[in-house]
């Protein structure tokens, strides 16, 4: 892109002026349709040391209500962030709903930097992949994602950075990176073509900004925001294209075909087991804190199935300050405008540690499927989103184990109604729970194809049989062991 | 994509009836509603020799009304589609809105076939972004792509080729590349796998079918397609974003600052040069004939402005057998109904022919634009789209000659008037022109950025001053014989 890129002719300064004027204007106007509309906007600033990135930001954010965007600085990544996920400090940063993000500078300079740092060819492909789908799940999710880069030439680089550099206000604002990228500027940009090439997708492609001149930036990036946003505005319900399964999968039973009466233990088996597991779970937890693996359990099931008692058997053997429980309700309204797995990623453990999630991103393909929280095309969509973020964390390291805890409708009204007639119980039962119950058909449906569509082989479903809950406890704890010990090898 | 891809399973028999059956039916009923909201949907079947794609194509058909589709069936290219751009055979066959094309392999075959005979790398990177540009394009514009890559293992194609041969019914099926695929299975099968993954947009992915079992894959082509329909239906007035422009430009002056009043030439010397120039560009058209150059001269400008005339001073020069003149006037139902470039693209000259365009594709730009004929989505994007297209054209050799014919609004009006008094060219005088001239400065404003966004230093505009209409057509073909002289060169 970099290497056939020519610079658009500067427009005079009477023109200059009045263009910026007009689009300062359009961009002030948009921001209560953008609000309206509830679209997000996640502005991207690349570019060159000095290129004026930052201050392109501070001149365009001028034009919009405090209340209506962040601005996130990403320097070099904190040691926190280094033990997670690649992506997971961009993901967080993801805007809500209505509102914009501007980032001074991402993952194109953490991938680029990564590259002169002898990331092999692999490894680069695999990043370009996550990227991709990084962006592509933003935009299919009705996220507007600009991506600049600000270019300017190396003499002009060496010359901004000796004028900074004269002064100790503004020295600070030249890294030892800026300095290194201008010595070796053909490399880099090399490099920073490739990137911009490889990355180049019909729903989120590059601009590369002129910024030699700074005004002359800010009205290339304040026209290509205003034209961009004009016509996101124009899509606001629109739908992406359903993309094959390209990850390998395992075969799971249906629920009717799940086996649950024979499925029970006996109280001093129980007792025995219980000990034993939990303290070699106990020795386990301590090797994969010491081996930085991150660990990730989730639970799904019906109502009443067992869950909670069975996580606590599980965290009972754990050192608390190497795990964490999340409980998942419905999400708040700050989680609910955005991205439905943001609530997640932001959740995700550090290496060595255990997240337990109690309840999970699956809601997406059960219960907002079912109750119309979302459109058909979002949940349809949601399998392979799924599958991608799962594979995002498979590829960090993560060992994942997925538990779906089962029981027949029976089971659950003997337990509904116990809880009901039963005071100490009754907190543990809602009128929800009732309605849910009716419901039990469409939520079959709903978690046969998802078992049938999620469960990959880095990331497999696991079925409790749950009746018993002391059965599926013990067997949930074996799963746990012998998946620490396959990755402790 | 192929080397991670693993086959789904497949259901039994009596499932894959079922889902069959409610995919048939499905698609079936789809038919009215593609018709109603008028999509385009363009199935390209690609993959192995042998793997199923007619026979697939075949079963699928029986779904829809012959009214509703066509199947092309791409076999190499014949001697007169050789002397056309790559893409030329494939843009001629999309569908009209509403109605479906089925290829019978098309633009991936050719590209690994090309591949395999030793197209180098540069070439296949062009290739490569011809390709996506033209699935971009369509997709923008609304039309449905739909890619499927039909996959076998190596023996079975083997067992299958080795059946089809036994009779001679059936042996014409097998053709020497089939062969030879098979030969070199693994080889094929590693540059199939680049070029999907190099063409895996996201507007238009790729969908890898298992033809081990034909009921099978039927399936799996059926509910792909019925899903893909569904969501393309939601989306009837997608906006697409904005692209930069990445192609180098000259320098335009605007139309008010264009000089017209010294530009004559005496009647005397208009004469002497007519003649000679023409001579001369006689003389030129031979050698490009030769030579195999595709020439492109085009024509805009305004109404009376003297295109007819200047043509003309141009075609006298001219071996009839060696050129085309293409008056272009509003689209027939039958273009209107596809891409607005589809009428120019099938009317493209072979190499060593001038094809000269009287009113040309830039309509989408001023006429359709400002009478409302397409979206603001859809014109603010045909500046890249056209572009893109005159690259496409450029690349593949052709010399693009691009004329503005310019005149001033008195000039017009005096024009207008003698043709209105003069009995005889009083047919040359519309309506519609009246009421044209009475758009005259929304003209020029569009005109104007039509000339600042499109002219390429490979396809640039050149403005013909025609207030005196000798001069225009004396320097038309001075420019006429100078750009082929470059070409010759």
Known sequence: MLKNWEPPEIPEKEELKQRLDAASSKLYKMQMQIKECKLPVLVLFEGWGASGKGSTIGRVIKNIDPRFFKVATMSSPSKDELRRPFLYRYFKQIPEEGKFTFLDSGWMEQTCKDCLDGLDEDAYSKRIESIKRFERQLTDNGYLVLKFFMHIEKDEQKSRMNTLLQSPDT?????????????????????????????NLSTSPWYIVDATDRKWAELQVMETMVSNIEVALQNSAHSAPLLQNVFPLTKLPRLSEIELKNKTIEDEDYKKELKNLQKKLRELHNRIYRKRIPVIITYEGWDAAGKG???????EALDPRGFEVHPVASPEPHEKSRHYLWRFWTRLPKDGHIAIFDRTWYGRVMVERLEGFCRENDWKRAYNEINEFEKELSDWGAV???????IDKD???????????????QWKITDEDWRNREKWDAYEVAVNEMLAKTSTVYAPWHVLESVDKKYARIKALKIVIKELEKALK
């Open 411 to 425: 089971t659950q009204l003997a337990r509904f109604t116990d809880r009901q007639n039963n005071p100490e119980k």
């Open 400 to 406: 994942i184990i997925k538990f779906w805890v089962q």
């Open 171 to 199: 020295s600070w604002r030249i890294s030892d990176f800026d300095a290194w990228q201008n010595k070796h500027y053909k490399k880099c940009r090399k490099i920073f073509d490739y990137y911009m090439t490889d990355t």
């Open 309 to 315: 008692g069975n996580i606590k058997r599980i965290t």
